[in-house]
């Protein structure tokens, strides 16, 4: 009899703690969203399209947003950050902006959870549709120049046992200093990459995939003319193909 009350104490204590946190997550999350929605309103955005985005109707989000003021709003980022609840990205940066920035574990983890969300949309994607998904290895900030790739399974794959891989060590940590891999590049061209599982092209590597020969003097300074030109679209260099370093001309006595 004593072993089933202690039983069932021991379960209600479990199940009311689990309550308490998820409160606390929701009355986070509420705060998060009612400063975002007054943000979006103090921008300019119509309650309408406000009140789309949030998944509630125009008069709820008027209800919100209506006695928002300025240093609430800039005081807001900081209290969710006090309190523990990844505090929410600058609306001015880019998603790669904000990579470079994420030193604490639980805001990796909200990157790595998007990321998990994007590989299941390319899933979906490559099972409805004929044609396959396409990304761009290099960040915002290096608009236009893009070099777009296609995601496959392989790739789908790749980034998953990335992201396993990172959250392994994040699971040991609870800041990113000290880690090897999880940790933030500070280019964040190379932190592009990482995040989707593509390595560095190597020039045995870019030969085979082009199939572009390099026997003789002049096909090795061609080829490798090409293959820095290809560094250079994917973002691994700022070197001007036709002057940087090139091994078949360079080495010559």
């Given at each position: 009899?004593?072993?089933?009350?202690?039983?069932?104490?021991?379960?209600?204590?479990?199940?009311?703690?689990?309550?308490?946190?998820?409160?606390?997550?929701?009355?986070?999350?509420?705060?998060?969203?009612?400063?975002?929605?007054?943000?979006?309103?103090?921008?300019?955005?119509?309650?309408?399209?406000?009140?789309?985005?949030a998944g509630l109707s125009p008069t709820r989000v008027h209800q919100l947003t209506k006695d928002a003021q300025a240093d609430v709003l800039e005081a807001m980022p900081a209290e969710l950050r006090a309190a523990g609840w990844p505090a929410p990205?600058?609306?001015?940066?880019?998603?790669?902006?904000?990579?470079?920035?994420?030193?604490?574990?639980?805001?990796?983890?909200?990157?790595?959870?998007?990321?998990?969300?994007?590989?299941?949309?390319?899933?979906?994607?490559?099972?409805?549709?004929?044609?396959?998904?396409?990304?761009?290895?290099?960040?915002?900030?290096d608009f236009p120049d893009r070099h777009p790739v296609v995601v496959d399974l392989p790739r789908v794959a790749a980034v998953l046992r990335r992201i396993?891989?990172?959250?392994?060590?994040?699971?040991?940590?609870?800041?990113?200093?000290?880690?090897?891999?999880?940790?933030?590049?500070?280019?964040?061209?190379?932190?592009?990459?990482?995040?989707?599982?593509?390595?560095?092209?190597?020039?045995?590597?870019?030969?085979?995939?082009?199939?572009?020969?390099?026997?003789?003097?002049?096909?090795?300074?061609?080829?490798?003319?090409?293959?820095?030109?290809?560094?250079?679209?994917?973002?691994?260099?700022?070197?001007?193909?036709?002057?940087?370093?090139?091994?078949?001309?360079?080495?010559?006595?």
């Amino acid at each position: 009899m004593r072993g089933d009350w202690l039983g069932k104490f021991r379960r209600e204590r479990r199940v009311l703690a689990r309550v308490r946190r998820a409160a606390w997550r929701l009355e986070q999350a509420e705060k998060e969203r009612d400063g975002a929605l007054a943000w979006a309103r103090a921008d300019g955005v119509s309650v309408r399209k406000a009140a789309e985005a949030a998944g509630l109707s125009p008069t709820r989000v008027h209800q919100l947003t209506k006695d928002a003021q300025a240093d609430v709003l800039e005081a807001m980022p900081a209290e969710l950050r006090a309190a523990g609840w990844p505090a929410p990205e600058d609306p001015d940066g880019s998603d790669d902006e904000e990579l470079s920035g994420r030193a604490d574990v639980t805001g990796r983890l909200v990157d790595e959870v998007g990321w998990i969300r994007q590989c299941a949309e390319w899933i979906d994607h490559l099972e409805r549709k004929q044609y396959p998904p396409v990304v761009n290895l290099r960040p915002e900030a290096d608009f236009p120049d893009r070099h777009p790739v296609v995601v496959d399974l392989p790739r789908v794959a790749a980034v998953l046992r990335r992201i396993a891989y990172d959250v392994d060590e994040l699971a040991r940590a609870r800041s990113i200093e000290g880690l090897d891999r999880a940790r933030t590049r500070d280019d964040p061209r190379t932190e592009r990459r990482w995040r989707l599982a593509e390595s560095d092209l190597t020039f045995a590597e870019f030969c085979a995939s082009t199939g572009t020969p390099s026997q003789s003097i002049r096909q090795g300074r061609d080829a490798w003319t090409a293959y820095q030109t290809e560094r250079r679209d994917r973002g691994e260099t700022d070197e001007d193909p036709y002057t940087a370093y090139n091994p078949s001309r360079d080495n010559r006595t």
